[in-house]
């Protein structure tokens, strides 16, 4: 996608400038990490899994590995971000 996020470039006047990015505030210069495919599929199972639980029958010893790491990852950030 040209002229999109993955062609940004962080600028001087950007520093401190924060954008609400699936329900946080990011500070601007970071968003195009976020973008990343891979990063944007991780979101996304994590919002799936707050809304449906988990994607396999059982508990969480019965949940793929990467997936735990997912989870854990994202809940770790949120956690530090609310205690900003």
């Known amino acids: 996608m040209e002229g999109g996020w993955e062609d940004y470039k962080p600028k001087p006047?950007?520093?401190g400038r924060v954008m609400v990015?699936?329900?946080?505030?990011?500070e601007r210069s970071e968003i195009p990490s976020y973008l990343v495919y891979d990063n944007q599929k991780k979101i996304e199972f994590y919002w799936k899994?707050?809304?449906?639980?988990?994607?396999?029958?059982?508990?969480w010893a019965e949940q793929p590995a990467y997936l735990l790491d997912i989870i854990e990852l994202l809940e770790s950030e949120l956690g530090?971000?609310?205690k900003k």
């Not at 899994?49 to 508990?59: I, L, Q, R, T």
Request: glycine share 18%; no cysteine.
């Open 80 to 82: 530090k971000r609310q």
């Open 13 to 15: 006047s950007d520093k």
């Open 21 to 26: 990015l699936y329900g946080h505030e990011i």
């Open 49 to 59: 899994y707050k809304v449906f639980g988990w994607p396999y029958a059982g508990g």
